[in-house]
Nanobody
């Protein structure tokens, strides 16, 4: 059973930066497509970013493109989301997700993922 644990959330001022981490256990990151999603209060969960199993391809939501960077460290079995130039509208609980795959697919829809972390709160406020 794959388990995901997010960390790195917190309170940051607009324009600031945070790096979220997702520790993966019970399975190898290199066998999974990985994604980040977020859910703001009163809103539906939304896609943020995804990286394929080889790490060679990524995709971002338009709202974060150019500001967020997803990456993975297969040796450490970790996935990261580097967030720059944060805006108040980035405030949400951020979730890491994983799906075991055999091809280098990018997965942008939440219902396709098999495993989810508990989430980490990111608050952008002055």
């Amino acid at each position: 059973q794959v388990q995901l644990v997010e960390s790195g959330g917190g309170l940051v001022q607009p324009g600031g930066s945070l790096r979220l981490s997702c520790a993966v256990s019970g399975g190898s990151v290199s066998s999974h497509a990985m994604g980040w999603f977020r859910q703001a209060p009163g809103k539906e969960r939304e896609f943020v970013s995804t990286i394929n199993r080889s790490g060679g391809n990524t995709h971002y939501a338009d709202s974060v493109k150019g500001r967020f960077t997803i990456s993975r460290d297969d040796a450490k079995n970790m996935v990261y989301l580097q967030m720059e130039s944060l805006k108040t509208e980035d405030t949400a609980v951020y979730y890491c997700a994983a799906k075991r795959v055999v091809s280098n697919v990018l997965i942008k829809t939440g219902h396709q993922y098999d495993y989810w972390g508990q989430g980490t709160q990111v608050t952008v406020s002055s």
